[in-house]
């Protein structure tokens, strides 16, 4: 089982409370665990991916493994610690400062 951590905004459109645990089929990469995602909570399609590109809203951050992986392709294979639910896959929304 993946672990994916959702900021509080994303948990609360989905009605989630706490991390959400994804049975992910391999390969294990950041598209397929957004697509499983996606498909188990339809309501958070094009708050995390644009919906006609399906690329990263910019105000949101990936990490795997404390490792910023939001620039890497989404068809890398994430983590073994991350696949096994060892760690979880962190979904993060960016924070600006001025």
């Not at 959702?6 to 390969?27: F, K, N, Q, W, Y």
């Not at 499983?36 to 809203?57: C, F, Q, S």
């Not at 990936?62 to 392709?73: E, M, R, T």
């Not at 294979?77 to 896959?89: F, H, K, Q, T």
């Amino acid at each position: 089982m993946i672990k994916v951590y959702l900021p509080t905004h994303l948990r609360t459109l989905a009605g989630i409370d706490g991390d959400v645990e994804l049975e992910v089929m391999s390969p294990v990469t950041m598209t397929s665990v957004l697509n499983k995602l996606e498909t188990v909570y339809p309501m958070l399609r094009g708050t995390i991916r644009d919906h006609v590109t399906l690329k990263r809203r910019s105000w949101l951050r990936f990490f795997a493994c404390k490792q910023d992986i939001s620039h890497d392709s989404p068809d890398e294979p994430l983590p073994d610690a991350i696949v096994s639910g060892d760690e979880p896959l962190m979904i993060v929304g960016a924070i600006a400062g001025g």
